[in-house]
Structure formats: structure tokens, C-alpha cells
């Protein structure tokens, strides 16, 4: 295609780095010497896809398929030699012929197809290194958020550092905080997708860059005061230490309880929003949950994150604050107590995200330090027997409850005021509030109990004549 319209192309970015890594995507990466709406607009056609500009300042445009994308690009500079040089790590400033690459592509190919790659920085060596290097010394000044996306690489795709590298973060991560809010979202979002949040976490702290993140929260200071009980040192010990148990609960969700196990799976398929799967707005909230809620609302607006992750995420924090331990004891589907149907109605419409971030906090390591090592497996390890059953017990509660509706009281405001010559207004709702809480949990059966509950809430806060 691009021969029929007299335009030179190549492979670039991370398409030709995964083909590296024997990683198989259906994805392309393509710069093009010509125009890119041109190419993009003729691949949509060939293929019956459409297509979108990605940023028409930049002559980036998407073609989209079912299982696949191509992303064309209009060369940056003169040359493919001069749009390598602008690109961010040595791994990604490589080039192949389209001409080239459509003919055999597939993981391992680009061993057979080395001699004709453009590899002007040592990419292809790097690559076999798992070595990640920068292309030039204004790597972060030309884009800070290439501060975060090193460690994605290292997170996710096995790279380490070069020492050079590593020390140009540690000595420029606060330009971080010139990145934009929503990229900086995204790319958080990208690391936590491939699970490990604990250790994605402990590299950002160890490069310098969690301060950054979350100036709000973390300073040098509590850095240097955690083990004496800074706020902050505190609150990030913990939430690593939940992050890590969370894992362990998110590979397995049936593991916590047999019987909400498909529910528990189903919801977790069920993105939070556009950006955030939920299993990645866990790990966030779970990052976040541990500060106040102020806090918490300030940086997820910092981040321009949706009102849905805003409204988990203070869940959470309220839940956390205004049930003083985590997990209640539930007695039986049939009669389960108040606490646990405070809990559930505290913790809606996020009963099942609080609860796992719950168990995950409650078998959270004790260990010392800042930064407890990971434990894999800790859950296996070191069971708690009770708080295993009161988080299972809930489950099971919350799956019943959805699937067959909440215990509906028998009494309705209408037929207080009926029965008891109730009028409208704030004792009608307490009252109601107090039988239903009651007949949720068991504590009264049929009409008549329910409203004997109800009569003696009057007798209690009317005065006697």
C-alpha cells in the first residue's frame, strides 16, 4: 500500500521492541515519510476499520480493528534517523521497513531480520540485556512522564535500569510534576494493570518519584521520621502491605468464598470506568485508602479521575473511618447481625471492593520498616482463621443479598404512620431506619415484631404522661 502511494514507511516504538521480546501483539506502530492521514485513511479502507486522529498536531492517526489497531505517524524531522533521536529509550529508537516487516512477522522474527533493522543507539542489544538506557540526556526534560513510564517498563516487561539511567531519575523526578495530570493517570494506570502494585510502589518510593506522586501525603520528612510514627510513614507502610495481600485475593477471588465466587469473578471483569479495570482501581484505592478522605479527593481530582473511582475510592475512606475495625461478624444469612448490615449499607454500592480491601488490610504484614519486602503467597502462609471467615461470611451475605434482594421490612413509612400516628419528618425516619436495620438483620420477624420495635422506639424518646 504504502509502495502504491510512493511514501516510505517503518515499524517503529514498542511493536518492534515486543517483536524483541518474543511477545506477540496485533498492534503496529508505523511512522510514515508522507502524509499520515493519507496512509491511515487508505488502511481503513483496505480493511473496512475506521480510523481517528490520535492528535492532528502531530499527524498521529488510529485505524481500529476488532482484536488489533495501527497507529500512523508523520516522521518527526528530516529523517527515520532524526525521529529515532527524539524517541525516549534505545529499546523503542528502532526502525524497520514496512516493506520488510509485513513479509514475516511474528515473536522471534526480529533475530532473523536483525541485519536489516536501524538500530542507531543499540536497541537490539539492550534488548537481549533487558536493559533499559536513554537516547539522549534530555530525556526527561522533553517529557517527564518517561519518568514513570521506565518503571512501567521494568514493572511489567522485566527491563532494569542503567546505572546512568537510574541516576537521572533519582536527580530529576520532580519533573514529574509538569507532567499532565490525565497522562500521569494513564500511566498509572498501565503499571498497576499488570498486578505486583506493592513492588510497582516500593520502586517509584526507591527512584524518588512517590514523593512526587504524592506530595499530599508522603514528604521527605515522613521519610525520614517513619520508624518514629510520621503520619505518612505510617499510612504507606500499611497500604503497601494491603497492596501485596490484595494480589493474592485478586488471583483468586473464589478462594475467599466458594459460594460468591462467580459474582465475586463477574464484577471484577467489570471496568470501574474508561480508564480504571477494576481490579487496577482496587490497587489504586488501595494505594490512596489509607489517607484521609480529604486527601484522598484531592488527588483523585489532582488526577482528573473519574466521579466513579472518586466515589469507591471514598468509600472506602468512610467506611475505614466510621467502622473503627474492618470486618464485623456475620452470624447467618438468616439472622446476621447489625453490625454486618451496617457495614454492607456503609460500604454501597462498593460492598464487595471494601470487604477484599478490608481482608487484604487486615492480613496485612506487622513487619518493620518503611517498606516491607513482599511476602508471595502470605495469605496461604499465614492464615487468620476468624477474620477469614467474618470476610467470607460477608461475602456470602453480599451475594445472597444480591441475589435475592435485601430483606424487605414489612413496614413502609406509610403504615407508621398508620399504626402509630407518626406524622412526616425526622422521628418517622429514624424510626423507620431503626425496624429496618432490625428486620435486615434478624432481630425481629413479622409485622407484628417490627412494630412492637417500632412502639418501643416511641416509648423510649417520647416522655411519659
Same mark, same amino acid.
Given at each position: 500500500m504504502l509502495q502504491g502511494l510512493g511514501i516510505e514507511g517503518w515499524l517503529v516504538g514498542g511493536s518492534l521492541r515486543d517483536l524483541g521480546l518474543g511477545l506477540s501483539s496485533p498492534d503496529w506502530d508505523v511512522v510514515v515519510a508522507g502524509d499520515a492521514?493519507?496512509?491511515?485513511?487508505?488502511v481503513a479502507h483496505a480493511t473496512g476499520r475506521p480510523w481517528f486522529a490520535l492528535s492532528e498536531r502531530h499527524g498521529a492517526y488510529r485505524v481500529v480493528g476488532? +482484536?488489533?489497531?495501527?497507529d500512523v505517524a508523520a516522521l518527526r524531522g528530516a529523517s527515520i534517523g532524526e525521529d529515532l533521536a527524539l524517541r525516549d529509550f534505545t529499546v523503542n529508537a528502532m526502525a524497520l521497513p514496512v516493506a520488510v516487516a509485513s513479509q514475516t512477522i511474528s515473536p522471534g522474527a526480529l533475530d532473523r531480520m536483525s541485519g536489516q533493522v536501524i538500530d542507531p543507539y543499540g536497541g537490539l542489544i539492550h534488548l537481549k540485556e533487558r536493559r533499559l538506557v536513554a537516547v539522549c540526556p534530555r530525556i526527561f526534560q522533553d517529557d517527564p512522564l518517561r519518568l514513570l513510564r521506565a518503571v512501567r517498563f521494568c514493572h511489567v516487561l522485566g527491563f /532494569?535500569? +542503567?546505572?546512568?539511567?537510574?541516576t537521572r531519575i533519582r536527580e530529576q523526578a520532580a519533573l514529574l510534576d509538569r507532567a499532565a495530570p490525565e497522562r500521569i493517570a494513564g500511566e498509572l494506570a498501565l503499571t498497576l494493570?499488570?498486578?505486583?502494585?506493592?513492588?510497582?510502589?516500593?520502586?517509584?518510593?526507591?527512584?524518588?518519584?512517590?514523593a512526587v506522586l504524592l506530595p499530599e501525603a508522603f514528604t521527605q520528612a515522613d521519610a525520614q521520621d517513619s520508624e518514629s510514627g510520621s503520619e505518612g510513614g505510617r499510612s504507606l507502610t500499611?497500604?503497601?502491605?494491603?497492596?501485596? /495481600? #490484595?494480589e493474592d485475593l485478586l488471583r483468586d477471588p473464589e478462594a475467599c468464598s466458594e459460594e460468591a465466587g462467580p459474582l465475586l469473578a463477574a464484577r #471484577?471483569?467489570?471496568p470501574v470506568d474508561g480508564l480504571l479495570s477494576r481490579p487496577v482501581a482496587l490497587r489504586l484505592v488501595g494505594l490512596l485508602g489509607f489517607f484521609e478522605e480529604r486527601t484522598v479527593v484531592e488527588l483523585a481530582r489532582k488526577w482528573r479521575l473519574s466521579s466513579r473511582f472518586l466515589s469507591l475510592a471514598r468509600k472506602v475512606a468512610r467506611t475505614r473511618a466510621s467502622q473503627g475495625v474492618w470486618l464485623p461478624k456475620v452470624r447467618d444469612l438468616a439472622r446476621p447481625g447489625?453490625?454486618?448490615?451496617?457495614?454492607l449499607w456503609s460500604a454501597a454500592p462498593w460492598e464487595p471492593e471494601v470487604i477484599f480491601l478490608a481482608m487484604a488490610a487486615e492480613k496485612a504484614s506487622a513487619a518493620r520498616g518503611r517498606f516491607p519486602a513482599a511476602a508471595p503467597g502470605l495469605l496461604r502462609s499465614s492464615r487468620l482463621p476468624e477474620g477469614e471467615d467474618r470476610a467470607g461470611s460477608l461475602l456470602r451475605l453480599w451475594a445472597h443479598r444480591t441475589a435475592t434482594g435485601a430483606a424487605r421490612c414489612p413496614l413502609d413509612g406509610q403504615a407508621l404512620q398508620r399504626e402509630l400516628g407518626l406524622a412526616p419528618g425526622p422521628e418517622l425516619g429514624r424510626i423507620l431506619a431503626v425496624v429496618k436495620l432490625a428486620w435486615e438483620a434478624g432481630e425481629v420477624s413479622g409485622p407484628e415484631g417490627a412494630l412492637a420495635l417500632a412502639r418501643e422506639q416511641i416509648r423510649r424518646t417520647r416522655p411519659s404522661r
Amino acid at each position: 500500500m504504502l509502495q502504491g502511494l510512493g511514501i516510505e514507511g517503518w515499524l517503529v516504538g514498542g511493536s518492534l521492541r515486543d517483536l524483541g521480546l518474543g511477545l506477540s501483539s496485533p498492534d503496529w506502530d508505523v511512522v510514515v515519510a508522507g502524509d499520515a492521514a493519507l496512509v491511515a485513511g487508505q488502511v481503513a479502507h483496505a480493511t473496512g476499520r475506521p480510523w481517528f486522529a490520535l492528535s492532528e498536531r502531530h499527524g498521529a492517526y488510529r485505524v481500529v480493528g476488532p +482484536s488489533w489497531h495501527v497507529d500512523v505517524a508523520a516522521l518527526r524531522g528530516a529523517s527515520i534517523g532524526e525521529d529515532l533521536a527524539l524517541r525516549d529509550f534505545t529499546v523503542n529508537a528502532m526502525a524497520l521497513p514496512v516493506a520488510v516487516a509485513s513479509q514475516t512477522i511474528s515473536p522471534g522474527a526480529l533475530d532473523r531480520m536483525s541485519g536489516q533493522v536501524i538500530d542507531p543507539y543499540g536497541g537490539l542489544i539492550h534488548l537481549k540485556e533487558r536493559r533499559l538506557v536513554a537516547v539522549c540526556p534530555r530525556i526527561f526534560q522533553d517529557d517527564p512522564l518517561r519518568l514513570l513510564r521506565a518503571v512501567r517498563f521494568c514493572h511489567v516487561l522485566g527491563f /532494569n535500569l +542503567s546505572p546512568a539511567l537510574e541516576t537521572r531519575i533519582r536527580e530529576q523526578a520532580a519533573l514529574l510534576d509538569r507532567a499532565a495530570p490525565e497522562r500521569i493517570a494513564g500511566e498509572l494506570a498501565l503499571t498497576l494493570e499488570a498486578g505486583g502494585a506493592g513492588g510497582a510502589v516500593r520502586q517509584w518510593e526507591r527512584l524518588g518519584l512517590l514523593a512526587v506522586l504524592l506530595p499530599e501525603a508522603f514528604t521527605q520528612a515522613d521519610a525520614q521520621d517513619s520508624e518514629s510514627g510520621s503520619e505518612g510513614g505510617r499510612s504507606l507502610t500499611a497500604a503497601v502491605a494491603t497492596l501485596d /495481600n #490484595l494480589e493474592d485475593l485478586l488471583r483468586d477471588p473464589e478462594a475467599c468464598s466458594e459460594e460468591a465466587g462467580p459474582l465475586l469473578a463477574a464484577r #471484577l471483569r467489570r471496568p470501574v470506568d474508561g480508564l480504571l479495570s477494576r481490579p487496577v482501581a482496587l490497587r489504586l484505592v488501595g494505594l490512596l485508602g489509607f489517607f484521609e478522605e480529604r486527601t484522598v479527593v484531592e488527588l483523585a481530582r489532582k488526577w482528573r479521575l473519574s466521579s466513579r473511582f472518586l466515589s469507591l475510592a471514598r468509600k472506602v475512606a468512610r467506611t475505614r473511618a466510621s467502622q473503627g475495625v474492618w470486618l464485623p461478624k456475620v452470624r447467618d444469612l438468616a439472622r446476621p447481625g447489625r453490625e454486618a448490615i451496617l457495614f454492607l449499607w456503609s460500604a454501597a454500592p462498593w460492598e464487595p471492593e471494601v470487604i477484599f480491601l478490608a481482608m487484604a488490610a487486615e492480613k496485612a504484614s506487622a513487619a518493620r520498616g518503611r517498606f516491607p519486602a513482599a511476602a508471595p503467597g502470605l495469605l496461604r502462609s499465614s492464615r487468620l482463621p476468624e477474620g477469614e471467615d467474618r470476610a467470607g461470611s460477608l461475602l456470602r451475605l453480599w451475594a445472597h443479598r444480591t441475589a435475592t434482594g435485601a430483606a424487605r421490612c414489612p413496614l413502609d413509612g406509610q403504615a407508621l404512620q398508620r399504626e402509630l400516628g407518626l406524622a412526616p419528618g425526622p422521628e418517622l425516619g429514624r424510626i423507620l431506619a431503626v425496624v429496618k436495620l432490625a428486620w435486615e438483620a434478624g432481630e425481629v420477624s413479622g409485622p407484628e415484631g417490627a412494630l412492637a420495635l417500632a412502639r418501643e422506639q416511641i416509648r423510649r424518646t417520647r416522655p411519659s404522661r
